[in-house]
Structure formats: C-alpha cells, structure tokens
C-alpha cells in the first residue's frame, strides 16, 4: 500500500496521551501506527521513551472490487472478523489464510494493493527476488493486518472502488464532493465523535491521505471539518502517492498532477503540519525513479515493500509527540517547524541507520560527515547543508559514552553528556544556525513478519553492519536502528512552485476536472504563497526567472 500505509486512502487518527486515555464503550482501541510495523507502541511500549499516547483510528476507502468477510472490523490472529461483514449488491469472495506460517514469511508474490491480479509487478530499482515459491497470493489489505481495528474504524464510500480500471475516484472534485452528501458528512461525525468522546485530554488528530487521486478532495473536506470543530487542537497531515506513476496514460497524468497540487495546497490550509510522503522522484508531469536504500533492496512496484518503508520512517517521526515523556503535544511540535507561514516539510531517513554493532552513539555518529538519510518528500536535494527547522529522532543505537584515552575526549560529540546532546551537537555541525530538536530512543525499529525482509546480507540480525555478507538469507533481520527527521528547508520552494507551474498548464486547457476556475485560481494562488515562504536569498532570484519563462 505505498498509497498509504494504514488500510485506507484517508486515515485520520485521534491521538491521546496514554494516562489520559479513558476507555468506556472501545476497550481495546486500536493505534495509529501503521500495522506493517508491528511496533511495540501499539501496547504503549516505547522502550526507553515511556509509554506511547493511546489512539483510534478512522478510515475512509472504497467499497472493495473483491470482497471478503474478514476484511472489515476487528481482525482476529487468524485474519476473520468477529463483526458482520458490510453487505452490498455485488459478488463476495472470501480470502482467508488459515496458516500463521504463510503469513509471516514476510516475502509475497502477490499484492494488496498493486496490478488487481495478485502478480508482481515490473521490480523498480534495486528490486528484491521474487521471494517464496510457497507463498500464496495475497488480494486483501487485511491480509497484512496484525492489529485489531474497531468495528467503526472503517468507513466504506459505497460510490466508488477501491481499485481497479473504472468506477473509482479519480478527480479531488470527486472526492470533494463526496463529503458535500449530508448522509456521509453526518457518518464521519458519528464515528468520530464516537473516538473524541473516549479522550479525557485530545491532543490532536493525523490525517494519512492519498493525495495522487480522488481521495486528496476528501481528505481536504476531511481536514476542513477538523479543522472547523477543533481549531485548537493539532492537525498532522501526511499525503502519500505511489512510487511508481502509471505510464503512457496522458490523461491520468493530468489527473494525478492536478489532484496532487490541489490536495497539498487544501491540505496544508486546514492543517498545522502537511508532509508529502513518498518513494517516488518526483510529484510532476515527468516520473523520475524512486528513492532507493543501500541496505533495502525493495520492490518499488510492489505496495507491499514501499509502504513498509513510509511505515517505518512515519513510525519514527511521529515519535516525539506520541510518548507521554514528551513535554509538548501535537500543536506544539508542528508550531516548532512551521513558524513564518511554512507550513510544508520534507521527511528524511536512513532505513537502516549505518552503525556497527556495540559503537557507541558519539562514535557512530563521528563516522559520518554527512548524513546518510535519504529525501522522502519527492523533491529535489539541495546541495549544502541549510534548513530552517527540523525535528530529528534516533533510534537503536547504544547509548553508552565510550572511553576516552587518558581522560580526553576524542572529539566535542564525546564530550556531551547525554544522547540528546549528543545528536543535538551533532545536527548543529551539520545544519547550523537551524532549530533543531532531538529524541533518542533506545528501542530500534521492529521489522518481524509481515514487514517484507528485502534487507542487504550486510546487516545483522538487529540491522547493524557486518564486515561480510552473511552465507544465508537475511530474512532473520528482526530490527533495524532509524534516523529520521522531519525538515522545513529551502527545497520545499521548488516542489511548490513546480507544482504550482504544472497546475497552470494542466488547467489552461479544457481539463479542469470538474472544479471551477475560481477554485483553480486560488489554490494556484495559495502554492505560490507557500513557496514564496521557503525562498533564501539565492533562492528568490531563481524562482522570479522561472516565473517570467512561464
């Protein structure tokens, strides 16, 4: 589900510090944590952290091409569901996998979300082999699902498919109008009141939402309504699209363009923090290959691979204001990176992080003169170091302070005297004069089955380097230490503006999708606004000479 790494094209999560979590009609809510990680956040463990925040989700998809009984409401271990399944006018089949075996070989030839026929697709950059001859094909997204979700957690719009070549939402004026419909706006405020109602103190709400298709002008009506009901409280959005664009369809370009650049410029309206989330290279008109990982060999044209990745890179991010050590909540982190208007950052990662095992953390991160994360925001690298603010989070690596020779630090990054200090040190060198915040937590990132195992034979067990290749598989790779951050620097201002300049030519035709010209107008208007904010002095100049050979 490179989509999205929950189930749903839209998610909206409703987080709550978990001592003030106060569970009366949902006795088991379930997290927001996308399940592919099966991370222990989701039981309130976050290792040296403290407990995690407790939250519920909510999701919206298309009514399903393919049916099947188990893939609506509380999951059971063996992927049944204990409620009715949602009944409609069309033919049912049921997937069911009886064997835990086969569910957690972590290695599928079919996919959840990817061609609708359970094959796999043409292997993108690096790809992995095709994996296990045994492994049956999977159909169902809940197939992959190891939490259980309550049985209001899924929201089925019955007027579109999930997937497939017709009857699906395709255009944001779709999906926009879609919550116009008082019946549906009147069932997405009963289910998520029903969730709000449990908090004894809200923190706030993510929102996880394609932004590629139709689902961007529902998660725009989506984070109005949030936003209109609860203008005090914290609005995460993340916008997800595949990383691999479908080829040769001129018309689905437009689509996908236009969907894209009118998603980020609602959603970042509504929200206090969008973060376009993605594999791919590129947001526009052109499709460039997607990111791709020294020690990942995954499939970009499998979901199933691409959206473990976002998975664990958003498992981490959102790491600071999950914990209930945390000091601040969700509106205060996203108040941390969005000052002057900018309220769009870019995601990096290191998946995993580069570290030999028992380094401590001053001599793993002296190793490095650069970081070695990668964009996870399809937007183009700037070369030097320069953001404006960032949020980073370390995760995995020993914490223990190396002996020094004689006394002496080896260097100022031995001489802190916490971890936190250490990577803050350590940031500052790399991005002066930026506000930085950093978390370090002691517990690596989960990668058991069902996170696919497309890991290097270079890591270890619990993903660090070895000096060799290991002789068998690397399938025992059980976890993996992470750095990722969250940034608002100078690149952002080209994505905007990029997109602003390929809406203009997508809409001076007869192609409008449906949305009126005002519409257009204005939120061509607000992406030029956003990108106005990332410019630097360099930066300005630049962006007036694209704007005149427009």
């Known amino acids: ?177 879609l919550l116009q419909d008082p019946a549906c706006v009147e069932e997405l405020e009963d289910r998520l009141h029903f969730f709000v109602e449990e908090c004894d103190y809200l923190q706030g709400f993510q929102v996880l939402c394609d932004i590629h298709n139709g689902f961007s002008g529902v998660g725009a009506k989506v984070t109005e309504l949030l936003h209109d009901e609860y203008s005090r409280k914290g609005i995460l959005t993340w916008g997800l699209t595949p990383a691999l664009s479908a080829a040769g369809d001129p018309q689905r370009s437009l689509y996908r363009v236009m969907n894209t650049a009118l998603g980020i410029a609602h959603l970042s309206r509504h929200s206090s923090l969008f973060c376009p989330l993605s594999l791919s290279g590129s947001l526009g008109i052109r499709p460039e290959p997607p990111v791709t990982f020294p020690y990942i060999k995954y499939n970009a044209s499998l979901n199933y691979h691409s959206s473990a990745v976002l998975a664990a890179a958003l498992d981490t991010l959102t790491a600071p204001y999950r914990l209930c050590s945390s000091q601040g909540s969700m509106l205060h982190f996203a108040d941390s990176l969005t000052f002057s208007g900018r309220k769009v950052v870019a995601a990096w990662a290191a998946l995993p992080f580069p570290a030999l095992p028992g380094s401590s953390l001053p001599d793993v991160l002296s190793a490095h003169q650069d970081v070695p994360w990668k964009l996870l925001s399809s937007c183009k690298e700037q070369k030097g170091s320069c953001c404006f603010a960032q949020s980073a989070v370390l995760r995995g690596i020993c914490q223990e302070k190396a002996t020094s020779c004689l006394g002496q630090p080896r260097s100022p990054l031995h001489s802190c005297e916490s971890p936190e200090q250490v990577l803050q040190h350590y940031l500052h060198t790399q991005f002066p004069g930026a506000f930085s915040t950093c978390h370090v937590l002691q517990q690596p990132c989960p990668t058991q089955p069902p996170f696919p195992q497309f890991f290097s034979p270079l890591l270890s067990r619990r993903g660090f380097l070895l000096d060799k290749a290991q002789g068998l598989s690397s399938a025992g790779v059980e976890s993996m230490p992470v750095l990722a951050a969250l940034q608002s620097c100078p690149g952002l201002q080209g994505l905007l503006s990029g997109l602003c300049r390929e809406l203009r030519r997508c809409c001076s035709g007869s192609c409008t999708a449906g949305l009126q010209h005002d519409d257009v107008q204005e939120a061509l208007e607000e992406l030029r606004s956003l990108a106005q904010c990332y410019q630097t002095g360099s930066g300005a100049a630049g962006s007036e000479d694209e704007e005149d050979s427009d």
């Open 1 to 177: 589900m490179s989509r999205c790494p929950c189930p749903c094209p839209v998610s909206v999560s409703v987080s709550v510090p978990a001592a003030r979590a106060r569970p009366r009609r949902c006795p088991r809510p379930s997290g927001a944590v996308p399940a592919v990680t099966r991370s222990r956040f989701l039981r309130g463990d976050a290792g040296r952290g403290g407990h995690a925040a407790a939250r519920a989700l909510l999701g919206l998809r298309g009514r399903a091409l393919v049916g099947a009984a188990g893939g609506v409401g509380a999951l059971g271990a063996d992927g049944a569901g204990t409620e009715p399944p949602v009944s409609w006018d069309g033919a049912v089949a049921d997937y069911r996998d009886r064997g835990r075996s086969s569910r957690d070989t972590g290695s599928r030839r079919g996919d959840a979300a990817g061609d609708g026929k359970g094959s796999p697709g043409a292997a993108g950059p690096g790809a992995a082999p095709a994996g296990s001859q045994a492994a049956p094909p999977v159909r169902l997204w809940s197939d992959y699902l190891n939490v259980q979700l309550h049985p209001k957690s899924l929201y089925v719009i019955r007027q579109y498919l999930h997937d497939g070549d017709c009857g699906c939402l395709e255009a944001f004026g779709q999906g926009e109008s």
